[in-house]
C-alpha cells in the first residue's frame, strides 16, 4: 500500500524537552516537506527538502530541526526552543518538477503539558 | 515572496446554490496552482491543478493571471461538499508548496 505515513497520531511532550515526529514515504518522491496547521493560520512551511542530504528552511523554521537521511524518511524534531509546539503537523511529499502534486499524511498532533 | 490569500475563512451556502471561494496569489513568475481539500477525518488531498483544466466532482477553477487569482466554483452545491478548502501555490524554482488560510465551506440541507 504505497503512500506517506505519519507516526505517531497523538504526541504528548513535557516542556522542556525535544520531540521527532516521523515522515515516511513510499512513492519514491524526491521533495518532502512539514507543514504547522494552526486554526485560521491554514498551513505554513516549516522546513523542505528537494533531495537527500539538502534541506531548506521554510517560513517558520525557529525551533525546528530536520534530517534527510535517505530518500523515503523525513523527521522533525520539535526542540525546546520552539516556543509554541502545541499543534497540529503535516507531512507531505512530491516528486520534483512541473504539475506534480503533494501527498499528505495523516498528521501528528502533539500537545505540550 | 510567494503568497496565497484566501479571504474567507468560513462559507455557508446552501444546497443547490452556486458556490465561489476565492483564492488570490502573488508570485513573481508562473506558478502552479491547486485547490486541496480537507473532508472531515481524512487527509488533504488534491482537489484540482490549473494546468489540467479539469472539473472534479463538479468544481472548476481558472487561472486569471491579469487578476492574479484561481477561483473555485461550483454551479450547485452538495452536502457531501462541506469541507475545509485549501489553495495552494507551487514555485518553480524553489519547489516549494505555499498554502492559503483556508476555506471552511458549510453546505446547509
Known amino acids: 500500500d504505497g503512500g506517506i505515513t505519519q507516526s505517531p497520531k497523538y504526541l504528548f511532550r513535557k516542556e522542556g524537552q525535544n520531540v521527532t515526529l516521523s515522515c515516511e514515504q513510499n512513492?519514491?518522491?524526491?521533495?518532502m516537506y512539514w507543514y504547522r496547521q494552526d486554526p485560521g493560520q491554514g498551513l505554513r512551511l516549516i522546513y523542505y527538502?528537494?533531495?537527500?542530504?539538502?534541506?531548506q528552511k521554510g517560513d517558520i523554521a525557529e525551533g525546528y530541526s530536520v534530517s534527510r537521511e535517505k530518500k523515503e524518511s523525513f523527521p522533525l524534531t520539535v526542540t525546546s526552543a520552539q516556543k509554541n509546539p502545541t499543534a497540529f503537523y503535516l507531512c507531505?511529499?512530491?516528486?520534483?518538477?512541473?504539475?506534480?502534486?503533494?501527498?499528505f499524511g495523516q498528521g501528528t498532533r502533539l500537545t505540550v503539558v | 515572496a510567494q503568497r496565497v490569500t484566501q479571504p474567507e475563512k468560513l462559507l455557508s451556502v446552501f444546497k443547490g446554490a452556486p458556490v465561489e471561494l476565492k483564492c488570490n496569489y502573488s508570485y513573481s513568475g508562473s506558478p502552479e496552482l491547486f485547490w486541496y481539500v480537507q473532508y472531515s477525518r481524512q487527509r488533504l488531498q488534491l482537489l484540482l491543478r490549473?494546468?489540467s483544466r479539469e472539473s472534479i466532482k463538479g468544481f472548476t477553477a481558472d487561472l486569471n493571471k491579469g487578476e492574479t487569482s484561481f477561483h473555485l466554483k461550483k454551479p450547485f452545491a452538495q452536502e457531501e461538499d462541506s469541507a475545509m478548502y485549501y489553495c495552494?501555490?507551487?514555485?518553480?524554482?524553489?519547489?516549494?508548496?505555499?498554502f492559503g488560510t483556508g476555506t471552511s465551506l458549510t453546505v446547509i440541507p
Open positions: 512513492l519514491n518522491h524526491d521533495a
Open positions: 507531505a511529499s512530491t516528486h520534483r518538477g512541473l504539475n506534480t502534486e503533494a501527498f
Open positions: 495552494a501555490l507551487k514555485g518553480i524554482s524553489g519547489n516549494q508548496f505555499y
Open positions: 527538502s528537494q533531495i537527500v542530504n539538502d534541506f
Open positions: 490549473h494546468i
